[in-house]
């Protein structure tokens, strides 16, 4: 029989906690060493949270860890080096409009990341769902430009270019 335990961590930084430590031992596992392989399979997404999922043979006590990947918002973070995409009332009233402006050679790297997790497995479509996820966020840009601005660039072709697999 196979038993999941499903985790959401900090990437390269994962820690038993109250329910999968206890869980761990009951199953005669060593969470010590699984939170370790958990931390080297999760250390690219450090600072984010990612979701993990253990898998584990009762029978053979043999495990699988299978990494997730982190939501689109915390990959665009992460490449803009913020922690909140939002712009605080202070920074408005100072003129502030954008909190961050992505190269389009970042938003294609997402994309590929997150292909695999999305409904498509066309680049270009996963790329406007990147560039789809920016407009939902406050004060991001693509090149400078407003996110719906490069969607609409992206359907006529001037971004092909970049978006190679």
Known sequence: MIEKINLLVEGGNAKPDATSGPKLSMLKLNAGQIFKEINEKTKDYEGLQVPVTIEVDTETKEYKIRVGI?????????????????????????????????????????????IDSLETKDLKKAVKQVVGTCVSMQGILIEGKNPKEILKEIDEGKWDKFIKV
Do not use: C, H
């Open 70 to 114: 982190p939501p689109t918002s915390s990959l665009v973070k992460k490449e803009l080096g913020i922690e909140k995409a939002k712009i605080s009332e202070e920074d408005k009233q100072k003129g502030v409009t954008s909190i961050g402006d992505l190269k389009f050679d970042q938003v294609v790297k997402i994309a590929k990341m997150k």
